[in-house]
């Protein structure tokens, strides 16, 4: 945040705008909208009302790693503020631009397992389309458990989980009941141990 700060009075004193117009630097559109949205986020409360003109920017530029990040972040900021609509929207645009960048594609379905939003499978590989949208877990977990076991093996509280998967605490609480029971343990360090043992601890599926 103070290196953001600090870039900005510098750009502020400078002679001339930095993202002025200029016919031979095209993105600038782009990069200044991107700036705009980037400031939101380092302030702590990314704006998702920021994001998507720079994501259309890009698009614009035909730049499609640019937008699909502009897009993930504005899906992050939207179900930060609520906006499931809109963060499913953006996820989807975003997951479209990124299936030839597999790192940003691989963030984009990381969030939208945490949210629980579905994305459609990526073009590059059709077959995926096919397979259900819940995927039988091991020791007889569902996805959304094994999301919640992997957070309480690092040692995440409920309450973390629950901002981490975007669910309330009690519902969280519920998971792991459910978890311990399943795996015939009692707390939460017999969990841990007992998903490491049977090899549940891996990257999530998307």
């Known amino acids: 945040m103070a290196a953001g700060d600090e870039l900005a009075a510098t750009a502020a ?5 930095p ?7 095209a993105a600038i559109p782009a990069e200044r909208a991107t700036w705009t949205a980037e400031r939101t986020r380092l302030a702590g409360t990314s704006d998702p009302d920021a994001w998507p003109a720079a994501a259309q920017e890009w698009e614009r530029l035909r730049w499609p790693h640019r937008a699909g990040y502009a897009w993930w972040r504005c899906a992050e900021a939207a179900l930060n503020a609520g ?8 996820l989807q645009a975003g997951a479209g631009l990124a299936c030839s960048h597999a790192p940003l594609r691989a963030e984009i379905e990381k969030l939208a397992l945490r949210a629980r939003i579905p994305l459609q499978a990526a073009p590059a590989a059709p077959a995926e389309a096919t397979r259900p949208a819940k995927v039988p877990a091991h020791a007889g977990l569902t996805s959304r458990e094994l999301s919640v076991l992997r957070l309480l093996a690092a040692g995440r509280t409920n ?4 901002a981490e998967l975007f669910m309330s605490p009690k519902t969280a609480s519920v998971h792991v009941t459910s978890i311990l029971r399943k795996l015939g343990v009692t707390g939460r360090v017999q969990a841990a141990a007992a998903a490491e043992r049977a090899g549940l601890l891996g990257d999530e599926q998307a």
Do not use: N
């Open 13 to 17: 004193h400078l002679p001339a705008d």
């Open 159 to 162: 309450a973390q989980i629950g």
């Open 83 to 90: 906006e499931r609509p809109g963060a499913a929207s953006a």
């Open 19 to 25: 993202f002025a117009s200029h016919p031979f630097s």
